[in-house]
T-cell receptor
């Protein structure tokens, strides 16, 4: 079963706007990761945030983690057409070393 | 160039056939993974291997088999026992056996279609 669930399922914005995607999960985690997938391609790792971290930045990406609410958000600032892709959160299982992926958010950035 | 390669990019299978998907990495990673992705869904783990000559079943291993004879190679065989094999298959690797503590690197994928 899927651990992470992304929200919204799809998001359409104009170039230059910010995009926010959310991920909720059910059980305790050690870390949460975000990945991007362009259509028909493999996944690309964006950022990893550990359970003892609350916020992490990488370029135009900002990830937050709230372990009390079992949720994370990915913010992409000043979006570009090239950001158009599906975005997935992935969590490790409490007693395993495997990742569990959510169903993803499809982001479309219109130029 | 370092990375993960998968071949073929597209694969067509007739009913009752076994097919093998190739996955090779030159990143010197210990752990390798196979995922299945269906349209509009996330990835589901088929098999994973933390070290050469060892592998474990994931969530949906039925109808699939793997081998890990070399560190750089982790082929996946889709057998005739897999009733609905049409999907996008992704291979990944990570630096150590605790893949959840490090990022996974993905190949470009193989799209399998059953005719």
């Amino acid at each position: 079963s899927q651990q992470g669930e992304e929200d919204p399922q799809a998001l359409s914005i104009q170039e230059g706007e910010n995009a926010t995607m959310n991920c909720s999960y059910k059980t305790s985690i050690n870390n949460l990761q975000w990945y991007r997938q362009n259509s028909g391609r493999g996944l690309v790792h964006l950022i990893l945030i550990r359970s003892n971290e609350r916020e992490k930045h990488s370029g135009r990406l900002r990830v937050t983690l709230d372990t009390s609410k079992k949720s994370s958000s990915l913010l992409i600032t000043a979006s570009r057409a090239a950001d158009t892709a599906s975005y997935f959160c992935a969590t490790d299982r409490e007693y395993g070393n495997k990742l569990v992926f959510g169903a993803g958010t499809i982001l479309r950035v219109k130029s | 160039d370092g990375g993960i390669t998968q071949s073929p990019k597209y694969l067509f299978r007739k009913e009752g056939q076994n097919v093998t998907l190739s996955c090779e990495q030159n990143l010197n990673h210990d752990a390798m993974y196979w995922y299945r992705q269906d349209p509009g869904q996330g990835l589901r783990l088929i098999y994973y291997s933390q070290i050469v000559n060892d592998f474990q079943k994931g969530d949906i291993a039925e109808g699939y088999s793997v081998s890990r004879e070399k560190k750089e190679s982790f082929p996946l065989t889709v057998t005739s026992a897999q009733k609905n094999p049409t999907a996008f298959y992704l291979c990944a690797s990570s630096t150590d056996s605790g893949g959840a503590y490090n990022e996974q690197f993905f190949g470009p994928g193989t799209r399998l279609t059953v005719l």
